[in-house]
């Protein structure tokens, strides 16, 4: 156990000094920008910074006046001292990268009054001095040993980060005809606008067009020059808008106000609707702030209880879209109780099955695993606790669970437990489908656009 420990102030000598060196990294730019409110462009904005009098984003300066208290506090004095008074002279900025040592060294001291005055300073590695200052004390009287305080871990995620990635990376490519079902609400039409402003689509409302109007116009929503197909009710919006994929008009479908049965109903209707060879699933693209990276979850929408081969299209599907974000192998981790198998588990027998029809060539595309629990598909301290030696255990792209409940269990988690942002699609359809929700905000909604447009275009491209 490491300790902190004081001098009091008969301990103290003149000329008596303590220091502490850190290097600057953006997280500590970004961590006491967030402590302070201070986003002063000068320390968190490196395009603003390039252009400034320094060239390069610098810390704050009081980021150096706070190393200078946390030697005060646990050094020298330590534990006990009253911090009373404290001058800086900033001498030259510490920029990303620079490794300062901050010291304080004992002046003088007031016996009466049991004060002691040190000068401050920071200096860089190069000997340069970057902050000079003075500091006074009381010094503390009684010793003090205490166990030293264990940090929390803290994670800095900028929210919507990814997706905003997400949205840049389709700013080449055109916008995809989307034929929007029943957008007989605020969330729907503002939805479809704001994907049309982005160029990611381009909407065709399709459902009763006095309803849309009146939509509109009572959410403020300008929906001039788009293109409206009436519609009398969802039933019908539903099927005019999967015969609008079917002539070619529209190259995605997403859902408006209307329930996802609705729509789903005339998407696999055996005659009109847009079967293919594989069977249908979701898939959630989730941004989790604690994940280092996009995590698919599958699937939690459509199929309830899937057999083998319906599981096998769930991840085929997956690593579709993995593929058309750019991620060429997905580690897919097949999710059961336990990274055993254990008959009596029959999602560990088809976990196995799965990675089984993997190494024989029925899936491609993705590297498989299974079963693996939750915690060590994505936790690669569960995996090595567990003494599973895997590429996919601990880094897993897209997690498969074992049926509807579970995966929208775990979703639905990471959303309101972790925070989560969620973006989706259902595939093996002609064409993708947006099922938005009415809690999903508009942030999804363009995510769920931008992967509906990269799926398109990755397959264009594929097919030519």
Same mark, same amino acid.
């Given at each position: 156990?490491?300790?902190?420990?004081?001098?009091?102030? #008969?301990? /103290?000598?003149?000329?008596?000094?303590?220091?502490?060196?850190?290097?600057?990294?953006?997280?500590?730019?970004?961590?006491?920008?967030?402590?302070?409110?201070?986003?002063?462009?000068?320390?968190?904005?490196?395009?603003?910074?390039?252009?400034?009098?320094?060239?390069?984003?610098?810390?704050?300066?009081?980021?150096?006046?706070?190393?200078?208290?946390?030697?005060?506090?646990?050094?020298? =004095?330590? =534990?006990?001292?009253?911090?009373?008074?404290?001058?800086?002279?900033?001498?030259?900025?510490?920029?990303?990268?620079?490794?300062?040592? @901050?010291?304080?060294?004992?002046?003088?001291?007031?016996?009466?009054?049991?004060? @002691?005055?040190?000068?401050? #300073?920071?200096?860089?590695?190069?000997?340069?001095?970057?902050?000079?200052?003075?500091?006074?004390?009381?010094?503390?009287?009684?010793? @003090?040993?205490?166990?030293?305080?264990?940090?929390?871990?803290?994670?800095?995620? #900028?929210?919507?980060?990814?997706?905003?990635?997400?949205?840049?990376?389709?700013?080449?490519?055109?916008?995809?005809?989307?034929?929007?079902?029943?957008?007989?609400?605020?969330?729907?039409?503002?939805?479809?606008?704001?994907?049309?402003?982005?160029?990611?689509?381009? =909407?065709?409302?399709?459902?009763?067009?006095?309803?849309?109007?009146?939509?509109?116009?009572?959410?403020?929503?300008?929906?001039?020059?788009?293109?409206?197909?009436?519609?009398?009710?969802?039933?019908?919006?539903?099927?005019?808008?999967?015969?609008?994929?079917?002539?070619?008009?529209?190259?995605?479908? /997403?859902?408006?106000?209307?329930?996802?049965?609705?729509?789903?109903?005339?998407?696999?209707?055996?005659?009109?609707?847009?079967?293919?060879?594989?069977?249908?699933?979701?898939?959630?693209?989730?941004?989790?702030?604690?994940?280092?990276?996009?995590?698919?979850?599958?699937?939690?929408?459509?199929?309830?209880?899937?057999?083998?081969?319906?599981?096998?299209?769930?991840?085929?599907?997956?690593?579709?879209?993995?593929?058309?974000?750019?991620?060429?192998?997905?580690?897919?981790?097949?999710?059961?109780?336990?990274?055993?198998?254990?008959?009596?588990?029959?999602?560990?027998?088809?976990?196995?099955?799965?990675?089984?029809?993997?190494?024989?060539?029925?899936?491609?595309?993705?590297?498989?695993?299974?079963?693996?629990?939750?915690?060590?598909?994505?936790?690669?301290?569960?995996? #090595?606790?567990?003494?599973?030696?895997?590429?996919?255990?601990?880094?897993?792209?897209?997690?498969?669970?074992?049926?509807?409940?579970?995966?929208?269990?775990?979703?639905?988690?990471?959303?309101?437990?972790?925070?989560?942002?969620?973006?989706?699609?259902?595939?093996?359809?002609?064409?993708?489908?947006?099922?938005?929700?009415?809690?999903?905000?508009?942030?999804?909604?363009?995510?769920?656009?931008?992967?509906?447009?990269?799926?398109?275009?990755?397959?264009?491209?594929?097919?030519?």
């Amino acid at each position: 156990m490491q300790y902190i420990e004081n001098k009091t102030y #008969e301990e /103290m000598s003149v000329g008596d000094s303590a220091e502490i060196t850190r290097t600057l990294g953006p997280r500590d730019i970004e961590l006491f920008a967030v402590m302070s409110g201070d986003v002063n462009p000068a320390h968190v904005d490196a395009d603003y910074a390039r252009d400034d009098m320094f060239h390069k984003v610098i810390a704050h300066g009081m980021w150096g006046g706070a190393l200078i208290s946390a030697v005060l506090g646990t050094e020298l =004095p330590g =534990p006990g001292a009253i911090y009373l008074n404290q001058s800086l002279s900033f001498r030259k900025p510490i920029g990303l990268g620079d490794t300062v040592t @901050v010291r304080v060294t004992v002046r003088e001291k007031n016996d009466a009054k049991k004060r @002691v005055i040190l000068d401050c #300073e920071g200096v860089l590695a190069d000997g340069s001095l970057a902050i000079r200052g003075e500091a006074e004390v009381i010094a503390p009287t009684e010793k @003090v040993r205490r166990p030293r305080t264990t940090l929390p871990e803290v994670h800095l995620h #900028e929210r919507g980060a990814r997706y905003d990635r997400l949205i840049a990376a389709t700013a080449e490519l055109s916008p995809i005809p989307t034929a929007v079902t029943h957008p007989c609400d605020a969330n729907s039409l503002e939805g479809a606008v704001d994907a049309r402003e982005k160029g990611l689509i381009e =909407p065709i409302l399709v459902g009763p067009e006095g309803k849309i109007r009146a939509a509109a116009e009572a959410a403020g929503v300008d929906i001039s020059g788009l293109e409206i197909l009436d519609a009398p009710h969802s039933h019908a919006a539903a099927s005019a808008s999967v015969a609008l994929v079917r002539e070619g008009r529209a190259q995605a479908l /997403m859902k408006g106000a209307l329930h996802t049965d609705e729509i789903m109903s005339a998407v696999v209707d055996r005659t009109r609707g847009l079967r293919t060879e594989r069977r249908m699933s979701h898939v959630f693209a989730l941004d989790v702030p604690t994940y280092p990276k996009p995590l698919f979850i599958t699937d939690a929408a459509i199929n309830i209880y899937p057999d083998l081969d319906t599981k096998r299209d769930i991840v085929a599907n997956a690593i579709d879209l993995a593929h058309a974000l750019g991620i060429e192998l997905p580690k897919v981790a097949i999710l059961s109780a336990v990274e055993t198998i254990y008959p009596k588990i029959a999602s560990t027998l088809d976990a196995a099955a799965l990675c089984k029809m993997a190494d024989r060539g029925q899936i491609t595309g993705g590297l498989l695993d299974g079963p693996l629990a939750f915690d060590n598909a994505i936790s690669k301290a569960a995996a #090595e606790a567990k003494h599973i030696t895997s590429p996919v255990a601990g880094d897993a792209d897209i997690l498969v669970a074992p049926d509807l409940e579970a995966g929208n269990m775990i979703a639905k988690q990471l959303m309101y437990l972790a925070g989560a942002e969620s973006a989706g699609l259902v595939l093996g359809a002609r064409v993708p489908i947006m099922l938005t929700s009415r809690a999903d905000g508009a942030l999804a909604r363009l995510a769920s656009a931008a992967l509906a447009q990269l799926f398109v275009h990755h397959h264009r491209r594929a097919a030519e």
